[in-house]
């Protein structure tokens, strides 16, 4: 299988340097869902260098920032699977920056702890929420932008 975010769609891509780069994840949970994904192809969290795991960390900071920015939601959800049990579907290490609005689902308490419910993931299941939940072009070039700003920073 080849890697979707080892040569992503660059149409996809929000930012990118070095070590990582941030992309609008394929199926969004949400809206703004993004995905900041090592470049190096590694699939598990002890694969990688410390400056790699930095740079994911600071990638996540600045989606979560340049997010609030652009789109203005109330929280987040950040996250990752590790390994198949674990739910990770692509054997590539990503971390889920998943902005979160109040009302934006029926029972939002226990966030990620809900992972581990035995319940189908609606999202998946569900075509037209993963298609409206994608961004507008203008939205994608607003947290374009706001990361480009960012990044200038480090």
Known sequence: ?????????????VHEDG????????????RGHLLVVPRRHVERWDELTGEEKAALIRGAEMAMK???EALKPDGFNVGM????????????????VIPRWKGDCRKPRGGIRKAVLDLEDENLSMRERWIRNRLRD???KAVRRALRS?????
């Open 19 to 30: 070590l990582i780069r941030i992309i609008l994840d394929g199926y969004p949970a949400s």
């Open 66 to 68: 340049a997010l609030k």
């Open 81 to 96: 699977n590790l390994g198949e049990a674990a739910g990770q579907t692509v054997p590539h290490l990503h971390v889920h």
């Open 138 to 140: 203008e939205e994608v």
């Open 150 to 154: 960012r990044s200038k920073g480090h």
């Open 1 to 13: 299988m080849k890697c979707p975010f080892c040569n992503p769609r660059r149409d996809n891509v």
